[in-house]
């Protein structure tokens, strides 16, 4: 994609803005309503978790229809079951809040790894660091303005004397109705699928996955719990330690989001002059772990929050390359169901983590950040080991060992 961006492409960040500017604004405004609402860190962290379990229920499910009927009309039933669950959750009540958030997490189960398979399956492969790349700038620059948009509720209360409980509500809904506008974009999407005698069972396709395939998911595995435990929660973390509101929420977000969005465009041709995708991924993801530590020795918000802007535009802004270099390995008719089976093994530690992490935000505020940057920094060791060769400059092929092909994990974004 040097150079062009195809018809699919233009249709898939048309639809990734639409999806972030959704999650932007709900994830500023999820932590202060919340706490309005009188959740503690402990029924913050086990409602999360309810929406990290849905997810996991329901991804298998996810990759194996996308591989059988196709990603688009997948991608397409969570998008709308996505927008429902928002609405239910501005509701207020807390049977509906635990509806909204076992729903929320459903439709990500079904729609991250449609959105994963679709991506790798519309142009060609040996592009895809730059498809992956767009599109998810499209959508971190979507999460960016959602973000800011986290200062419409409390300029309602500040200018219009509203209830800021029920401006929250009120944008919460709003930000639920915003994915139907990426359905239409969505279903144009022209998609390559393999042929019926290529489709295989789930049996079949994890039989070829090779042993680097379980290696990953251990890797997956020590992330997903490692950002549950305290990124998945850092929006409580700011509110309960610094009493921010989604103002200041949204401000740190989506200066994140729209700094992210810039870089994201300039990985591809880096890891093209830098040696590869997966030497630039470690590199650059690594150098975040040491601000990570730093936010827990201050006591100064906009302090901690330069620090944390910094270390997730370093540890998210090379995602897409990595998701593009193992999916890359994943035969075409199996990249459903590899994506999905890498993205159980993180969403179910994750599920596990963020409970944690709400238990231990309540005991010491600090100690799920430290434990965090401890098992990225295995995780990633364990990666740097798993492929040295790539790591020094030898591309990695697809063998029987090495992964026949492995398959690519959803959404390494730890924020």
């Known amino acids: ?37 009188g959740y503690t860190g402990k029924e913050y962290g086990l409602v999360g978790s309810t929406a990290v379990f849905s997810g996991a229920l329901f991804t298998l499910l996810g990759g194996t229809l996308s591989d059988r009927y196709g990603s688009r009309p997948i991608l397409v039933v969570g998008l709308v079951s996505e927008s429902l669950s928002l609405v239910l959750v501005s509701m207020g009540d807390p049977l509906l809040v635990a509806t909204g958030f076992f729903l929320y997490g459903a439709s990500n189960g079904l729609s991250m790894v449609a959105q994963q398979a679709l991506l790798s399956r519309t142009g060609r492969d040996e592009e895809m660091h730059y498809t992956f790349s767009y599109v998810s700038a499209a959508s971190t620059l979507g999460g960016g303005v959602g973000s800011l948009l986290g200062w419409l509720p409390v300029l309602a209360n500040r200018h219009l004397g509203v209830p800021l409980l ?62 549950a435990l305290s990124i998945h929660n850092i929006d409580y973390y700011f509110t309960a330690k610094y009493h921010v509101t989604s103002a200041g929420l949204g401000t740190v977000f989506g200066v994140q989001q729209l700094v992210m969005a810039g870089l994201m465009t300039l990985m591809p041709s880096l890891a093209d002059r830098a040696g590869g995708t997966l030497r630039v991924y470690l590199a650059v993801t690594g150098s975040s772990i040491p601000l990570l530590v730093a936010m827990t020795l201050v006591d100064n918000y906009p302090v901690a929050a330069t620090l944390y802007l910094a270390r997730s535009i370093l540890m998210n802004v090379a995602n897409p390359l990595y998701n593009a270099f193992i999916m890359r390995l994943v035969p075409v008719e199996l990249r459903g169901r590899a994506s999905a089976l890498l993205s159980l093994s993180w969403t179910i530690p994750a599920g596990i983590g963020r409970a944690v992490g709400g238990l231990l935000l309540d005991i010491d505020l600090e100690l799920p950040l430290r434990l965090t940057a401890l098992l990225y920094t295995i995780a990633l060791a364990i990666l740097a080991l798993l492929f040295h060769n790539h790591t020094k400059g030898r591309p990695v092929t697809p063998t029987s060992e090495s992964v026949g092909g492995p398959s690519a994990r959803v959404y390494f974004n730890d924020s």
Do not use: C
């Not at 930000?175 to 969505?186: D, E, T, W, Y």
């Open 166 to 227: 029920r401006a929250y509500q009120v944008s919460l809904a709003g930000s639920g109705l915003v994915p139907l506008l990426a359905v239409p974009a969505v279903w144009g999407v022209r998609e390559r699928l393999a042929s019926t005698s290529k489709r295989q069972s789930l049996t079949s396709a994890i039989g070829r996955l090779g042993r680097v395939f379980y290696a990953l998911l251990a890797v997956d595995a020590i992330i997903g719990f490692g950002a």
């Open 1 to 37: 994609m040097p150079g062009r961006v195809d018809e699919n492409v233009k249709r898939l960040i048309i639809a990734g803005l639409a999806v972030g500017i959704s999650w932007g604004l709900a994830w500023s405004i999820l932590a202060p309503y919340l706490r309005g609402l």
